[in-house]
């Protein structure tokens, strides 16, 4: 697969986040990427759209980005439970290291993440090898 075909649905309640987080892949040149700001919308959302990769806050309310990805991992449809997750998050604590990454995620990004350490990251959930890209 090649990076600019990914289908991304982005979960993540700060609407300034969220929209720095879709312009960035949009830069990387990502043409398929979805939008929620909440879990209950990205769970109905994820049936349809089948994403290739959810970029997940995790300090989302009312229902937050781990139980999020719980959801994910023990729903009925295997396809469902495979997606790749990557975490994205201001918070870097232990605790909340330790509460993520167990879920089968495949990254974690402190917030705002930057252009190279996302592109790095949805290439390595994607396994996609290093390519060069024009809109860098």
Same mark, same amino acid.
């Given at each position: 697969m090649k990076?600019?075909?990914?289908?991304? &649905?982005? =979960?993540?309640?700060? #609407?300034?986040?969220?929209?720095? =987080?879709?312009?960035? &892949?949009e830069r990387l040149g990502i043409k398929t990427v979805e939008l929620c700001h909440e879990v209950n919308s990205a769970v109905h959302l994820m049936t349809t759209f089948l994403p290739d990769l959810i970029i997940t806050d995790i300090h989302m309310k009312p229902i937050n980005g781990i139980e999020f990805v719980q959801r994910l991992r023990s729903h009925a449809n295997p396809n469902l439970q495979r997606i790749p997750v990557i975490f994205i998050s201001a918070d870097s604590s232990r605790e909340t290291l330790k509460s993520a990454l #167990? &879920?089968?995620? =495949?990254?974690?990004? =402190?917030k705002p993440p930057r252009l190279e350490v996302l592109k790095t990251k949805i290439e390595q959930a994607l396994h996609i090898e290093d390519q060069d890209f024009e809109n860098w």
């Open positions: 990076l600019e075909n990914a289908k991304i &649905l982005v =979960v993540d309640d700060d #609407p300034v986040i969220s929209r720095f =987080v879709v312009r960035t &892949l #167990p &879920l089968g995620s =495949v990254g974690y990004i =402190v």
